[in-house]
T-cell receptor, first 113, second 111 residues
Framework: NAGVTQTPKFQVLKTGQSMTLQCAQD?????MYWYRQDPGMGLRLIYY???????DKGEVPNGYNVSRLNKREFSLRLESAAPSQTSVYFC????????????FGPGTRLTVT | EDQVTQSPEALRLQEGESSSLNCSYT??????LFWYRQDPGKGPEFLFT???AGEEKEKERLKATLTKKESFLHITAPKPEDSATYLC????????????FGDGTTLTVKP
């Protein structure tokens, strides 16, 4: 049981390049999330998916797209990277019943030069 | 719009010196208030969920409490391994599924 996995762990991009961040969970959770975390700040929601086939914008969606490929996988795409997107990106899934806590992956550290 | 404010931003304690972290929130109908621990270079790790005013939950040296406007994370006789950033988050009934996070309190416990 790996929980939430993310790839890659580190990435350096040049302005204008594109990339996709991958996330997978093996806990059979319905909801999945993408957050960004900037130094000294909490987590800001980029996009979330309440169930397979649905996605919705969060607080800071501009410059990003997402795909909920199936119940396990939720990817985040940067079509044309900008220096303002330098951040640490976390994927999470949420326990469907009970305490609704979220389980986080280890993060992707992205630098855009 | 849901809002979460955590204080202080940073807290330095001596080992064994008890203290509390504060989380003030505004939300339209509380679905849940969450506490997470985050170690440097890692993703947040779930600690507690609180649902209604007056509720308390404990885990080892940590105790979380909830009022209608605030939550406190009490740390009793902390140890150096309790050093981490503690994040508070809320989910409101009108934004079910969307958590709003505070900026966190970074706790350092000196031996």
């Amino acid at each position: 049981n790996a929980g939430v996995t993310q790839t890659p762990k580190f990435q350096v991009l040049k302005t204008g390049q594109s990339m996709t961040l991958q996330c997978a969970q093996d806990m059979n959770h319905n909801s999945m999330y993408w957050y960004r975390q900037d130094p000294g700040m909490g987590l800001r929601l980029i996009y979330y998916s309440a169930s397979e086939g649905t996605t919705d914008k969060g607080e800071v969606p501009n410059g990003y797209n997402v795909s909920r490929l199936n119940k396990r996988e939720f990817s985040l795409r940067l079509e044309s990277a900008a220096p303002s997107q330098t951040s640490v990106y976390f994927c999470a899934s949420e326990r469907t019943s009970g305490s609704h806590e979220q389980y986080f992956g280890p993060g992707t550290r992205l630098t855009v030069t | 719009e849901d809002q979460v404010t955590q204080s202080p931003e940073a807290l330095r304690l001596q080992e064994g010196e008890s203290s509390s972290l504060n989380c003030s929130y505004t939300v339209s109908g509380l679905r849940g208030l969450f506490w997470y621990r985050q170690d440097p270079g890692k993703g947040p790790e779930f600690l507690f969920t609180l649902y209604s005013a007056g509720e308390e939950k404990e885990k080892e040296r940590l105790k979380a409490t909830l009022t209608k406007k605030e939550s406190f994370l009490h740390i009793t006789a902390p140890k150096p391994e309790d050093s981490a950033t503690y994040l508070c988050a809320v989910q409101g009934n009108t934004n079910a599924g969307k958590s709003t996070f505070g900026d966190g309190t970074t706790l350092t416990v000196k031996p």
